[in-house]
């Protein structure tokens, strides 16, 4: 079995940096992707950014330039530097990892970004 926690949630003034990152273990294959997602209350999960083994990088447009994912591959570890936050930001952060046998998720970490 996979499993993955995230840690780096918090509580945030609107322009201020957070930095979330997520630890992966268990039976984990040597190519696959990780990424992040959110959920805010009310809303469907959505993509955030992801990176694939060789290292390409894609976020969803409403965090370009802002966020940037990175991977840790000797540690098995994702992290999402988040920069210039929002309140917009504000949702639960998922961590997810798929592979050809199927896909495992975090428990999410809370972000707020509120003054």
């Known amino acids: 079995q996979v499993q993955l926690v995230e840690s780096g949630g918090g509580l945030v003034q609107p322009g201020g940096s957070l930095r979330l990152s997520c630890a992966a273990s268990?039976?984990?294959?040597?190519?696959?992707?990780m990424g992040w997602f959110r959920q805010a209350p009310g809303n469907q999960r959505e993509m955030v950014a992801l990176i694939i083994p060789g290292g390409t990088t894609t976020y969803c447009e409403s965090v370009k330039g802002r966020f940037i994912i990175s991977r840790e591959i000797g540690k098995n570890t994702v992290y999402l530097q988040m920069d210039s936050l929002k309140s917009e930001d504000t949702a639960v952060y998922y961590c997810h990892l798929a592979m050809s046998r199927g896909n495992s998720w975090g428990q999410g970490t809370q972000v707020t970004v509120s003054s």
């Open positions: 268990g039976s984990l294959e040597r190519f696959n992707f």
